[in-house]
T-cell receptor, first 116, second 111 residues
């Protein structure tokens, strides 16, 4: 199964600790997106990356949050000094831009972050 | 910013009934996508629409990209218990790759 992989599936952190969420895109995909979902809500865009480049970070909080997609290895979403309000499900999606400009995003299973 | 309004918020139907849900936008979208999300899982793509007026089917599911490019609907025919879940519409405008999601429609099917 060459789907989008995310790990860990569940992550528990105490306030003030760091959280690192990993995403491996589908084979052949070079575009990665991160979204956050609070309970009973839809997904909210955070950041869009291509290999070694941040394309759109308009949905990222200004502080404590960062993302990268290195040339080798998975994309990482990093949350420093977590607070209880960071508790949510974080989803990664990947896509491969086609020659027609279509851009279908396929989602991973998510990482559920709980901050104690 | 761009916003999507999805309705209804929830539906309780009998097995075998048809279902319809829709999304409207305050601005034009170039792409409409419909996803289904089961508890504890990520959204699974159901149908992708790329052209205004496009009508696409996937088994018992049919979705249309509104001609004004500001709306889309999803129909499910002859519902079955495994259709239970939360359905999300998502749209992409001319601001690049990010998707804007609706609030979701929670579907319950009574056997």
């Amino acid at each position: 199964n060459a789907g989008v992989m995310q790990n860990p599936r569940h992550l528990v952190r105490r306030r003030g600790q760091e959280a690192r969420l990993r995403c491996s895109p589908m084979k052949g995909h070079s575009h990665v997106y991160w979204y956050r979902q609070l309970p009973e809500e839809g997904l909210k865009f955070m950041v869009y990356l291509q290999k070694e480049n941040i394309i759109d970070e308009s949905g990222m909080p200004k502080e404590r949050f960062s993302a990268e997609f290195p040339k080798e290895g998975p994309s990482i979403l990093r949350i420093q000094q977590v607070v209880r309000g960071d508790s949510a499900a974080y989803f990664c999606a990947s896509s491969s831009r086609s020659s027609q400009g279509t851009d279908t995003q396929y989602f991973g299973p998510g990482t559920r972050l709980t901050v104690l | 910013g761009q916003q999507l309004n999805q309705s209804p918020q929830s539906m309780f139907i009998q097995e075998g009934e048809d279902v319809s849900m829709n999304c409207t936008s305050s601005s034009i979208f170039n792409t409409w996508l419909w996803y289904k999300q089961d508890p504890g899982e990520g959204p699974v793509l159901l149908i992708a629409l790329y052209k205004a007026g496009e009508l696409t089917s996937n088994g018992r599911l049919t979705a249309q990209f509104g001609i004004t490019r500001k709306d889309s609907f999803l129909n499910i025919s002859a519902s079955i218990p495994s259709d239970v879940g939360i359905y999300f519409c998502a749209g992409r405008g001319n601001q690049g790759g990010k998707l804007i999601f609706g609030q979701g429609t929670e579907l319950s099917v009574k056997p």
